[in-house]
T-cell receptor, first 119, second 114 residues
Framework: DTGVSQNPRHKITKRGQNVTFRCDPISEHNRLYWYRQTLGQGPEFLTY????????KSRLLSDRFSAERPKGSFSTLEIQRTEQGDSAMYLC?????????????????FGSGTRLTVV | AQSVSQHNHHVILSEAASLELGCNYSYGGTVNLFWYVQYPGQHLQLLLKYFSGDPLVKGIKGFEAEFIKSKFSFNLRKPSVQWSDTAEYFCAVNAENQGGKLIFGQGTELSVKP
C-alpha cells in the first residue's frame, strides 16, 4: 500500500494558463475525491468518483474545472484559464465502499496535495 | 446544508496539560465522524473515526473522541499532550447518504509549549 499519490507537489502558473493535476489512489479503493484547501480553512469538497463515474460536483467547481477518472484508477483535475483565486492546495483522497451493502467509507486516505500558486 | 463547527481556532497548552477540542455538526441523519491531524508541512492523517457501536472511540497517539448523538458532538480528547502534538486538527462529518463526501470544520490550531 503506497498510499494516495499526487503530482506535482507544487505548481506555479501564470494567470490565464491551464493546469492539470494527477491523483493515483490506493489501488483497491473504488471512490476518489477531490478537495480544495486554502490557508486557515478546512478542506472543501469539490467532486468525487465511484469507479469511473463522476457522481457529484460541488458548486465550487466552476465550468473552468474538469475532473476525469477514465479507467476507474487514476484521476486528473484540470483548471482552465487559471485565476489568482484558484491558488490553493488541491487534495485527493480515496476510500473503499461496499456498494449496495454497506455505505460506510472505509480506509479514507488523503494524499499530500498539489499546491497551486497563480501569479 | 450540513455544517461542522469547531469551537476553538487556536489553543495553546503546556506539555502534560489535558486537551479537549470541540466539534459540533448539523445533520439529523446517520453520520460517520472523523478527526484528522495535519502536522506542519504534512498531509492530513486520520486520528480516529466513528462509524457505529461504542461512542467512545480510541485513536492513534493516545487520542480519543466521544460521540454524543443528542448533542450532535464529537469532541476530541487527550489526557496529556506533548510538544509533538503541535498541529492543526480537523473534525469531519460524512452523512451516510452522501457517498463518502466529508464536510470539514475550519480546524483548530494546537500549540504545545515545551
Amino acid at each position: 500500500d503506497t498510499g494516495v499519490s499526487q503530482n506535482p507537489r507544487h505548481k506555479i502558473t501564470k494567470r490565464g494558463q491551464n493546469v492539470t493535476f494527477r491523483c493515483d489512489p490506493i489501488s483497491e479503493h473504488n471512490r476518489l475525491y477531490w478537495y480544495r484547501q486554502t490557508l486557515g480553512q478546512g478542506p472543501e469538497f469539490l467532486t468525487y468518483f465511484q469507479n469511473e463515474a463522476q457522481l457529484e460536483k460541488s458548486r465550487l467547481l466552476s465550468d473552468r474545472f474538469s475532473a476525469e477518472r477514465p479507467k476507474g484508477s487514476f484521476s486528473t483535475l484540470e483548471i482552465q484559464r487559471t485565476e489568482q483565486g484558484d491558488s490553493a492546495m488541491y487534495l485527493c483522497a480515496s476510500s473503499l465502499a461496499h456498494l449496495g451493502s454497506d455505505p460506510k467509507p472505509y480506509g479514507y486516505t488523503f494524499g499530500s496535495g498539489t499546491r497551486l500558486t497563480v501569479v | 446544508a450540513q455544517s461542522v463547527s469547531q469551537h476553538n481556532h487556536h489553543v495553546i497548552l503546556s506539555e502534560a496539560a489535558s486537551l479537549e477540542l470541540g466539534c459540533n455538526y448539523s445533520y439529523g441523519g446517520t453520520v460517520n465522524l472523523f478527526w484528522y491531524v495535519q502536522y506542519p508541512g504534512q498531509h492530513l492523517q486520520l486520528l480516529l473515526k466513528y462509524f457505529s457501536g461504542d461512542p467512545l472511540v480510541k485513536g492513534i497517539k493516545g487520542f480519543e473522541a466521544e460521540f454524543i448523538k443528542s448533542k450532535f458532538s464529537f469532541n476530541l480528547r487527550k489526557p496529556s499532550v506533548q510538544w509533538s502534538d503541535t498541529a492543526e486538527y480537523f473534525c469531519a462529518v460524512n452523512a451516510e447518504n452522501q457517498g463518502g463526501k466529508l464536510i470539514f470544520g475550519q480546524g483548530t490550531e494546537l500549540s504545545v509549549k515545551p
